[in-house]
């Protein structure tokens, strides 16, 4: 398994600000994802995030809005930029192992924007 | 459509009173389907990994199974900290990568 945290584990934003999330693992790992969780529904991908590389984004996702960080293969950062109330929501990284084909999840971020 | 459905999305069972949740698949290229425990305000727990059709795998009063279009996760004598909600996962291979497609989960409460 991982042992995954994330900082900060909740937050109350004002509109129009920024927010950094941060993922810290306990190993390395090569791929880190970052997902949203909305109440009632379930996780959807925001992009994958590989050191060396830039972040792959899924559809629906920019990087302007999402701006994310890899520097090293145990650290990442997800920047939620020009928050809305829409932007509320559950923020979590997770991480896959090389060789264990499951994803490990962080505790999340929960994140409410007034 | 590639798509994850999971069945009933909420359950409420008395104590010891066995039962089944459902998820089903319409997903090409299975790589292995996954289900995960999420307590409120947590990130999903790994539970199981299941490959081909015909697999089972146990863990204390749950037992997952797969058959080549769902699987159920069989839940024996449940007590009340089974209470949580169950995600289901199926990866598959696609030209970008392996790509992970979730299902909405099912509420599970065990009355005491």
């Known amino acids: 398994s991982a042992v995954i945290s994330q900082k900060p584990s909740r937050d109350i934003c004002q509109r129009g600000t920024s927010l950094t999330i941060q993922c810290q693992v306990d190993?390395?790992?090569?791929?880190m994802f970052w997902y949203r969780q909305q109440p009632g529904q379930s996780l959807t991908l925001i992009a994958t995030?590989?050191?060396?590389?830039?972040?792959?984004?899924e559809s629906g996702f920019v990087i302007d809005k999402f701006p994310i960080s890899r520097p090293n293969l145990t650290f990442s950062t997800l920047t939620v930029s020009n928050m809305s109330p829409e932007d509320s929501s559950i923020y979590l990284c997770?991480?896959?192992?090389?060789?264990?084909?499951?994803?490990?999840f962080g505790p999340g971020t929960r994140l409410t924007v007034l | 459509e590639d798509q994850v459905t999971q069945s009933p999305e909420a359950l409420r069972l008395q104590e010891g009173e066995s039962s089944s949740l459902n998820c089903s698949y319409t997903v090409s290229g299975l790589r292995g389907l996954f289900w995960y425990r999420q307590d409120p305000g947590k990130g999903p727990e790994f539970l199981f990994t299941?490959?081909?059709a015909g697999e089972e795998k146990e863990k204390e009063r749950l037992k997952a199974t797969l058959t080549k279009k769902e699987s159920f996760l069989h839940i024996t004598a449940p007590k009340p900290e089974d209470s949580a909600t169950y995600l289901c996962?199926?990866?598959?291979?696609?030209?970008?990568?392996?790509?992970?497609?979730f299902g909405t989960g099912t509420s599970l409460t065990v009355i005491p």
């Open positions: 299941l490959y081909s």
């Open positions: 997770s991480v896959e192992r090389t060789g264990a084909d499951t994803q490990y």
């Open positions: 996962a199926v990866q598959a291979w696609r030209n970008t990568g392996n790509q992970f497609y």
């Open positions: 190993s390395q790992v090569t791929m």
């Open positions: 995030a590989n050191q060396g590389s830039e972040a792959t984004y």
